[in-house]
């Protein structure tokens, strides 16, 4: 995921200049067949290109948004699997620091135990990842099942309220996970995503006939006449920029410029807990 504003402007010429070119070149042609058979050309009147150009401009702005929407839902998702993360984790290790908490055979093994939950937890996430990012079938709930499992093995009652409390740490991450595939795998209205494609792409056929009259013939050449290439260049440009980045907004796993670094956080996450693992057993 792009981190600072310097590299957002690259990636966002990047994906900016295919665009300008491809409608430059069009708006070439188009004077091309205008210096030729202007005779056959009829223009439209502006007002209706101002009309359809800002009714364009409001759907793309609501696509826009409904990508954001969906994108920050998925950051919001990840953001409270690492607060989790840390609960569990910290309650985890004051739990096995009481020895009432635990099996006679678990006395004195609180920094063993401790180092333990925090490999599986790491597991468990790592799997989260490959899942988010890729198309792993390597499923993430087996190694939360695991961490499950063996904190019950050493609980001496599992009835006891931070028991109870933990244990619905474990319902948080199960649901957090949930609504995270369910962003991964559902698409972002593909026929959504199509009409809008069309919709743009036929306004910008029809933007020469918008922008006005263009009279060109070798008595009376002024350059003057060509100021209309970059304005459908650029117009054009932007439109199908701002619908490029509904599409990689929409998908907050796929992308690598716009794209979660789920990665990143988890192992930030993992790195502070660390410092917390007690260095002796208590």
């Not at 990508?67 to 609960?87: H, L």
């Not at 908490?101 to 799997?127: A, I, R, V």
């Not at 995270?180 to 494609?197: D, W």
Request: hydrophobic share 45%; charged share 15%; aromatic share 14%.
């Amino acid at each position: 995921m792009v981190q600072t504003e310097q590299k957002g402007l690259r990636e966002l010429i990047r994906f900016w200049i295919p665009y300008f070119i491809g409608c430059f070149l069009y708006g070439c042609f188009f004077i091309l067949i205008e210096f030729n058979y202007s005779s056959y050309i009829h223009n439209v009147p502006s007002q209706i290109g101002n009309v359809l150009g800002l009714a364009i401009a409001f759907f793309l702005g609501f696509r826009m948004n409904s990508a954001y929407d969906r994108w920050w839902e998925a950051r919001k998702i990840i953001g409270e699997m690492s607060n989790t993360s840390r609960a569990m984790f910290l309650k985890l290790v004051l739990f096995v620091s009481d020895p009432k908490n635990l099996k006679d055979e678990y006395h004195g093994k609180s920094s063993e135990l401790s180092k333990e939950f925090l490999l599986l937890l790491q597991t468990y996430l790592d799997s989260i990842t490959s899942i988010l990012n890729s198309s792993s079938t390597n499923r993430p709930e087996k190694y939360l099942f695991t961490l499950l499992q063996r904190f019950k093995t050493v609980c001496v009652n599992e009835n006891t309220l931070p028991v109870l409390d933990i244990y619905q740490l474990f319902t948080v991450f199960s649901d957090s996970q949930g609504r995270a595939e369910r962003i991964k795998n559902t698409p972002f209205l593909k026929v959504y995503a199509a009409f809008t494609r069309v919709l743009i792409i036929a306004y910008i056929v029809f933007i020469p006939l918008f922008v006005g009259e263009i009279h060109i013939n070798l008595n009376n050449f002024k350059w003057i006449d060509f100021i209309s290439i970059p304005i459908l260049a650029l117009i054009s440009s932007v439109f199908m920029t701002i619908n490029k980045l509904a599409i990689l907004f929409g998908e907050p796993f796929t992308f690598p410029s716009t794209a979660i670094p789920v990665q990143e956080l988890f192992q930030t996450t993992l790195t502070e807990l660390e410092q917390l693992l007690p260095e002796k057993n208590g």
